[in-house]
């Protein structure tokens, strides 16, 4: 698969295409537009628990109101519309088809997610992004919570439309002469993530119809009054949004995997292990959600066998770190602002799996359980992990979409910039977490050591925030004014990177 340059278009030609490319570009601007909204979010939390104490935000209410949004936005509107905008703006190219299956859907798909956004934000719901019975019944605010509801089904509706064009295309739409064992790994990963999302969201799409029901007065599914289960509810979270983990991070480390060879100059080490991973990883996340659910009085037989399931997760993410340090190994490297990128976000992605380790094991949970530990271990995640490869491979595509190169030096700034930000934040979340201090709280009590680590997180978020706008301003100005990008060869990289099979298929 080789990549190509795009002209760019008028917007208002992008806006009512149904062209892969063009909906991928809409996907990318909206995704990034709600990152920054999202993030900007998180600043405020982060600056109002630099000190006990009132400091930026007025109550508890607006506070959870902003906590709930902040989770929603970046999880929803930005991680899975990210991955949407590569997975439509390449996945085609790689399988060698015209389009996606179904360009209409595809269109359609992308369209459902600005109102969906616009429901939650207009609606600013106080319950969290979990949305947990009993509080999202009886005590949260109407209008809100209901927007807030059907903003998540509108998103969940368009998420099964956007995973069921994905599979079909790579499927049944890749080119005839290229079998299922030739597709680059990027591909397989979001084959493996789509068929996650059309099995696991009709269940939390099922959670959140009974909950509105409830809400309504017409069902008591998750309504204690009215002889129902608030922890049914968390199974069916849980059974939808411990896979949706694997939906937001497998999309990031098939973008590693284009990256790494790429700028390795070398072959991916081992492809094959790289789809068993994928696939395993695929399995097992449906193995191990009610790890999440240990202090709710399940028996010891049932938490033992989520501990084990969630155990059988870390064998498949060492295959994926252990292919790009392999693949590395006796490279050619060179460190230009993609690869720093994905190495960092390896290095992070370790890091983040070793925490989680401690979370699936029964006696170390208890400890941790709904500390600022599992702050710090979800965002370690979430930030070092999918959103360093999604940046990496959006400093990737951006000479192949925009044919201009962006500020290297700037590029490598917000690299260094993030990386240390990232380690400040959720690296002493982890040690808050092991000091008590429990998460979703507007104040806290004046312990020395947790005004120190919350001064110590909140430094590492702005310099979080003044990396992403260096990151905002370097695209924006490239993009209009950077350097025109060498058609051939734009990282100077020294010739073209293959996959294995293609070296037997030069057609391809």
Request: charged share 10%.
């Amino acid at each position: 698969m080789t990549l190509e340059f795009q002209k760019p278009r008028p917007i208002w030609q992008i806006m009512f295409s149904t062209h892969h490319t063009d909906v991928g570009l809409l996907y990318l601007i909206t995704s990034l537009t709600f990152l920054f909204l999202g993030g900007s979010l998180a600043l405020g939390i982060r600056a109002e628990l630099f000190y006990p104490g009132s400091q930026i935000i007025a109550d508890s209410m607006t506070f959870n109101r902003i906590f709930t949004v902040h989770g929603t936005t970046l999880i929803f509107l930005f991680i899975i519309p990210f991955a949407s905008a590569v997975g439509n703006y390449y996945v085609p190219i790689m399988v060698r088809y015209k389009d996606m299956a179904y360009p209409k859907l595809n269109a359609i798909a992308f369209w459902m997610i600005p109102p969906a956004g616009v429901l939650i934000w207009l609606g600013f719901a106080d319950f969290t992004w979990y949305a947990t019975p009993p509080y999202s019944i009886i005590s949260a605010p109407g209008p809100a919570a209901d927007m807030w509801i059907f903003g998540l089904k509108i998103l969940g509706i368009s998420s099964v439309l956007g995973a069921l064009n994905f599979v079909v295309t790579i499927l049944k739409c890749k080119h005839p002469d290229m079998s299922i064992g030739q597709i680059p790994l990027m591909a397989w990963s979001f084959l493996s993530s789509s068929l996650i999302i059309m099995v696991a969201i009709p269940t939390f799409a099922a959670a959140l119809l009974m909950l509105l029901t409830d809400r309504l007065g017409v069902s008591g599914f998750f309504n204690p009054a009215m002889g129902g289960d608030p922890i049914s509810y968390a199974h069916l979270f849980w059974f939808t949004f411990h896979p949706e983990v694997y939906v937001l991070v497998i999309p990031a480390i098939g973008m590693m995997y284009e990256i790494i060879p790429r700028f390795s100059r070398k072959p991916i080490y081992s492809y094959n292990s790289g789809v068993f991973a994928f696939v395993m990883l695929s399995i097992v996340g449906f193995s191990s959600w009610a790890h999440h659910m240990y202090a709710t009085g399940m028996s010891f037989t049932e938490k033992t066998v989520f501990m084990v399931g969630t155990l059988a997760a870390v064998p498949a993410s060492a295959m994926h770190v252990f292919n790009f340090v392999a693949t590395m190994w006796n490279g050619r490297i060179r460190f230009a602002t993609p690869m720093m990128w994905a190495v960092g976000g390896i290095a992070l992605f370790f890091s983040a799996g070793a925490g989680g380790v401690v979370n699936s094991a029964m006696p170390l949970d208890f400890t941790t359980h709904d500390t600022y530990w599992v702050v710090g271990h979800f965002h370690l995640f979430v930030m070092g992990t999918i959103a360093f490869g999604s940046i990496g491979y959006l400093y990737y595509m951006f000479p192949y979409v925009t044919g201009r190169m962006y500020n290297e030096t700037l590029g490598k700034i917000h690299f260094v910039l993030s990386f240390i930000g990232t380690v400040l934040v959720f690296f002493t979340q982890h040690v808050l977490g092991l000091y008590g201090m429990p998460r979703r709280i507007y104040d806290y009590p004046p312990i020395p050591e947790w005004i120190a680590m919350n001064q110590i997180a909140t430094v590492g978020a702005m310099i979080i925030g003044i990396s992403m706008a260096i990151f905002l301003a370097n695209m924006i100005h490239s993009a209009g004014k950077g350097k025109p990008a060498d058609t051939d060869d734009p990282f100077g990289l020294g010739g073209k990177y293959y996959y294995p099979f293609e070296a037997k298929n030069p057609s391809h």
